[in-house]
């Protein structure tokens, strides 16, 4: 039966297609949940069980730009000590690489 032996070729085919799609479009997706909530600006009341009303807290423009400036002078702050750490161990590994130079070059003048 020869249709058969078709007919999984091209279910198979299909599956291999749905497999690549979905790999690709994992792969390339933007994703959105790395991204931060974005604040309610909601004031309204909203109820609650038993018929009460319960304020939403929101959070003003001023207040979300005020933590997005200090977090972004702490990254800025730790992007530096960074920096520093990374210039102090330079330095230090030029300071042994001079030594070891010295050193050498010590040994070599012993062996004149």
């Given at each position: 039966m020869p249709e058969a032996n078709v007919l999984y070729s091209v279910t198979a085919a299909v599956i291999v297609g749905?497999?690549?799609w979905v790999l690709f479009v994992l792969k390339t997706a933007k994703e959105p949940w790395a991204r931060p909530a974005?604040?309610?600006?909601r004031t309204e009341d909203v109820p609650v069980e038993g018929g009460a009303v319960a304020p939403v807290e929101a959070e003003t423009k001023a207040e979300t730009v005020e933590e997005a400036k200090a977090k972004a002078e702490a990254d800025a702050d730790a992007e530096a000590d960074a920096k520093a750490d990374?210039?102090?161990k330079v330095e230090a590994e030029?300071?042994?690489a001079d030594e070891a130079a010295k050193a050498e070059a010590?040994?070599?003048d012993a062996a004149k």
């Open positions: 749905l497999v690549v974005v604040a309610s600006l990374v210039e102090a030029a300071e042994v010590k040994v070599d």
